[in-house]
């Protein structure tokens, strides 16, 4: 014979949405979890970069972010995090103490 056990459990509103917000904190921390991983496809790329999707297009279009297409041909575009965070920090501007310096020098 199985006996069925009901709960009656008593919250305060405080409680409930502290376990309600824990809940969808741990939600996304799995979702950044998902972001995180080596090799993405456009929309994490997005995420990543700030850019829209059309911008992201056209960048793959003119070459000029590393990208990847699967070898069965397909539509999909990857990304490689390191590549995609080289690519955004690989034209540094100097600040203006660097740039009097560089004149001073070249004078």
Known sequence: ???EKNMVVQLTTDELKK???EAINENRSDKT???????F??????EMTG???QTAYKLVHERKVPFY???HGGRKILFK???VEE????????TLDEFCDDMECSL
């Open 1 to 3: 014979m199985i006996q």
């Open 19 to 21: 376990i309600i917000s």
């Open 33 to 39: 979890s998902n972001t995180s991983r080596e090799v």
């Open 41 to 46: 496809g456009l929309d994490e790329f997005c």
């Open 51 to 53: 850019y829209s999707k």
């Open 69 to 71: 297409k699967p070898e």
């Open 81 to 83: 995090r390191k590549e």
């Open 87 to 94: 690519w955004l920090t690989a034209t540094r501007v100097a």
